[in-house]
């Protein structure tokens, strides 16, 4: 099952993308997860992305089209994906489509997840990640069993530098302005859900999981 999470920053789609993946036994691909394993390796790719990132504005589309579409051919994506943070303009949708469609593996789902920019400003403030495999907390929501360290794997969590304040503001007017046109498009297509984002963790995962029965 090829599935895509839409939503602002903040909205859950990396916390969401992760279960669902589990349970739909496919690979969770973030863009932003990848751009940032770029920026940590120091590779070309990562320097150029880095000051995009820093203020809140969007890596070039046919920089990132290149990349997913790489990461999307590999043989773990063969029995399908849930992508976290793209496509986030209608140029890389476009882009998207046109590369599935070529290989006859169109996105089934796309799920938006709906929060108000209200609910996601203290989710991105008191967000933690691990920085080795991209696990993420929050210091009231959602925390870990042990302050400071990812259950998993143990390691320092960190914040991330684009969840300052001010940084969120700039990414949240990037989303009304780029990403969220997104959800015409697909309602167009005729693969659209959405849920509501605000309740509890289990209880959005819940209603994905339905949106994406609906559907494939
Ligand atoms: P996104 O990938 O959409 O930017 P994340 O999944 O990283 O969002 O979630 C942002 C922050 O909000 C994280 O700290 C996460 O633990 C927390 N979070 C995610 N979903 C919820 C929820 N339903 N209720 C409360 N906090 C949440
Ligand atoms: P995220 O981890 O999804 O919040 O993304 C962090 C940052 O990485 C964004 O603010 C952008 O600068 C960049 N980024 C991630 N995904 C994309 C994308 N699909 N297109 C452009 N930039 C992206």
Redesign the pocket.
Known sequence: MRVV?L???????????ARLAEALRVVHL?S?DILRAERAARTRLGQEAQRYMDSGALVPDEVVLEMMAGRMQSSDAEAGFVL??FPRTIPQAEGLDRRLEAAHRPIDRVVN?E?SDE??TP??T????CPKDGR???????PPKSAGTCDICGTALVRRRDDEPSVVRQRLATYHAETKPLIDYYRRRGVLASVN?????D??FESIRAACRGSG
């Open positions: 999470l939503g602002p920053p903040g909205a859950g789609k990396g916390t969401q993308a973030s932003g976290d943070g997840i929060v609910v996601v989710r991105l008191g967000r933690w990640s993420v907390y929050h210091e009231q929501y959602s984002g605000d309740g509890e963790i209880v959005v």
